[in-house]
């Protein structure tokens, strides 16, 4: 028998503060319900100006540290759209923070939304290499887009950190993946823009296409019928995007269509992200995470997971919760650190919105904003400066 792999704990950080998508609807003169209803989001998480990747990425990070110490981790993985360095990987700030070893390797891994997934796969490969190592995932993205752009209300920002082990504690990843690659410009961020540009119309349709190729091939690797799995997490660049690529799976694969069993099937994934908004590639861990610390029994349920990067990459594949996994959750402190935001008005959204990474200034100090472990300082001959703030 193989030893079962997968995430052994997870953990999220988030901007500190958040902005109500009324705002924006009265910016703009749109209706709110075309944001709560039409595209599901109701809240954005946003950046302080001395919190980034780094900083949310180590918060999240912190808690699985905290709880499991440093031993058997071997290996970092910094999935993230939002690179602070052409070169210098984000995780390596990370390892630093945390006073992780010097025996470990540490990478970044981009493409769009879907790299952390890419890390995910990658890290159950090194455990069954070695059952005794534990590699730690880092998710950490900001999502901006053009004022009065289509995209606009769907920004956000947010990290996910998993420790990936044999045993896990959490949920098996099983083995066996349906994977897809297409060369398309749905979205995309060129050198040196803060913003993304997107064709909106066309992602849509960009995802829902991943899903159906990525689910034929999963089934033609023989994995699970869709009947086996009881919930689905989707990257979700808005809630409303789940809903459409499940109808699509699950039209695709042969499943149920009955609207309330869809519904089911995805509601408490929804529940995180529609008041965080896109956190690009963390959004679908963070799905799995608003399931987990749902109300809902979840031990022995088949999760199927369809992770979407506009580019675009996609990959369909299983997780299996496990029994107990509850004793090891941490929805109350979750759900406080979302009460905590400090919510922003519309002229201190614009002040971020126009905030750009000062790194190119050589000597910066950022104003001491964020209630985080972990503060960007500011910039001394052209290099970034963490710190504790504990
Ligand atoms: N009440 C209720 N619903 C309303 C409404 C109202 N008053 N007004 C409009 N709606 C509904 C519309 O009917 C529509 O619903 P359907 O899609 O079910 O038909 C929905 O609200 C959105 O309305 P529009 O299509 O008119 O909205 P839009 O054109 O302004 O923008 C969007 C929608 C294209 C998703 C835009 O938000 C966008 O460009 N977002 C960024 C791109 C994106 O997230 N793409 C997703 C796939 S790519 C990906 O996943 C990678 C990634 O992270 C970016």
Known sequence: MTTPIGIHDLAFATGSRVLDLSVIAERLGTELEKYTIGIGQERMSITAADEDVVTMGAAAAKQIIDRHGVEGIRTVLFATETGIDQSKAAGVYVHQLLDLPATCRVVELKQACYSATAALQFATALVARDPRQRVLVIASDVARYELDSSGEPTQGAGAVAMLVASDPDLVVIEPGSGVFTSDIMDFWRPNGRVTALVDGKYSIRAYLQAVENAWSDYAAQGGFPISEFSRFCYHQPFTKMASKAHRHLIKTAGGDLDAGVLDAQIAPTLKYNRIIGNTYTASIYLALLSLLDSDEELEGAKIGFLSYGS??????????????????????????????RVPIDAAEYLVWHERRDPSGLGEFTLPNETPGPFRLAGFTDLKREYTSTQ
Request: glycine share 10%; proline share 3%; net charge negative.
């Open 311 to 340: 580019g675009s990459v996609a990959e369909f594949f299983a997780g299996t919760v496990q029994p107990g996994y509850r004793q090891h959750l941490r929805a109350e402190e979750n759900r406080a650190v979302l009460e905590a």
